[in-house]
């Protein structure tokens, strides 16, 4: 089955950086795009970042808070996507996640993984 497990996370200190990892198993990686998604104590869950599947050119799209800060990669032979985070604040505090971009009426979309926490004092 699907599964996405995420790492990397920790405490961080302002300024710093941190790179988070997400191996995932049970579909065709190469395929798919990927997000990464953070939730934040007492607020929804926000889309990060996508990447598109490799026959997308591997293209990017950020949200605008981490623009310039953040780098999202992906290695189609490992199976996995990587969240590179620099210049970190403390409004990065978060749980992150990383998912597979699959169609509505696929079911294997509402998977989700354990995620990885993010501290960054302020």
């Known amino acids: 089955q699907v599964q996405f497990v995420e790492s990397g996370g920790g405490l961080v200190q302002p300024g710093g950086s941190q790179r988070l990892s997400c191996v995932t198993s049970?579909?065709?990686?190469?395929?798919?795009?990927m997000t990464w998604y953070r939730q934040a104590p007492g607020k929804e869950r926000e889309i990060v970042a996508t990447?598109?599947?490799?026959?997308?050119?591997?293209?990017?799209v950020y949200r605008d808070s981490v623009k310039g800060r953040f780098i999202m990669s992906r290695d189609d032979a490992k199976n996995t996507v990587y969240l590179q985070m620099n210049a970190m604040k403390p409004e990065d505090t978060a749980v992150y996640y990383c998912?597979?971009?699959?169609?509505?009426?696929?079911?294997?979309?509402?998977?989700w993984g354990q995620g990885t926490e993010v501290t960054v004092p302020s």
């Open positions: 990447i598109s599947a490799t026959g997308g050119n591997g293209n990017v």
């Open positions: 049970g579909f065709t990686f190469s395929n798919y795009a």
């Open positions: 998912k597979a971009v699959m169609p509505k009426n696929d079911l294997r979309g509402n998977v």
